[in-house]
């Protein structure tokens, strides 16, 4: 048996039933809440369900043993066996004419020293926002891959720009965040990092456009303001610069203890 899975689960029962007194809620409504939730797991969307309530809440709390840059969601997007790129993300023959970004910055250490030869596994949507290796059949290679640092702890690549997408808004979940509760289904264009350095802490983080459509209303609560990054172009190209400062992987080992 374990105490800390007995003591956390009566806190989550002990918090409903709080939220069911608060609300007189009749046995009809608590019905109707379990039968929207066996369609839920009908439709194989309890991950989502809980991801768009509770993934940026972990996430919040991881943060606060970071002294570092901090973290933001990873989303159901990632995948493993993207490419090692060097200058550009594969771009597919038909996004040719599509608007550019170059994504670039630095990795340090908390101390402001570079790290060197840090992997980023980049990835972002499609101009119809959605992933390869995901939606469609869109082969794997485009719009993800793996980013080295060099010696001075910098990094460099283009691509073309992401877009805000709606996430799977089709099942109950969409039902529920759309039709009961009157929001929406919206993430606004972001660009998911997920950076990997010897003796580092891993970090998985996102980046915005400033000024971008619901980046004040995310319906994903996305993870933060950290990588904001300010409207800025070279030759008609958005620079998304954006510097990590990662923490020592020892922080996590005793966090962990
Ligand atoms: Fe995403």
Not at 80 to 86: D, I, K, M, S, T
Not at 229 to 253: C, K, N
């Amino acid at each position: 048996m374990s105490d800390r899975v007995k003591t956390i689960t009566m806190d989550i029962v002990e918090a409903v039933r709080d939220v069911m007194r608060k609300h007189d809620v009749t046995f009809a409504e608590y019905r109707a809440g379990v039968g929207h939730l066996i369609k839920t797991q009908e439709a194989k969307e309890i991950p989502l369900l809980l991801d768009v309530f509770l993934n940026s809440t972990v996430v919040e709390i991881e943060n606060r043993q970071r002294d570092g840059s901090k973290a933001a969601i990873q989303g159901p997007y990632f995948r493993e066996g993207a490419p090692r790129v060097n200058d550009s993300l594969a771009i597919r023959p038909e996004d040719e004419d599509q608007p550019r970004m170059v994504m670039r910055g630095r990795v340090t250490d908390l101390g402001g020293s570079p790290v060197a030869d840090a992997v980023i596994d980049v990835w972002h949507s499609t101009p119809e926002g959605r992933y390869s290796g995901v939606h469609g059949n869109i082969p794997i290679e485009y719009y993800r891959g793996k980013i080295t640092t060099d010696e001075n702890g910098r990094y460099e690549c283009r691509s073309i720009l992401p877009v805000p997408y709606q996430i799977p808004n089709q099942g109950p979940t969409g039902e529920l965040l759309e039709k009961h509760m009157g929001g929406h289904s919206w993430r606004p264009a972001h660009i998911h990092y997920w950076v990997h350095a010897e003796g580092m802490r891993d970090l998985i983080s996102q980046a915005y456009f400033e000024g971008d459509k619901y980046i004040e209303d995310d319906s994903c609560n996305g993870g933060g303001t950290e990588f904001m990054v300010p409207e800025a172009y070279e030759d008609g190209v958005r620079v998304m610069e954006v510097d990590f400062r990662l923490d020592p992987a020892a922080v996590r080992a005793e966090a962990a203890e």
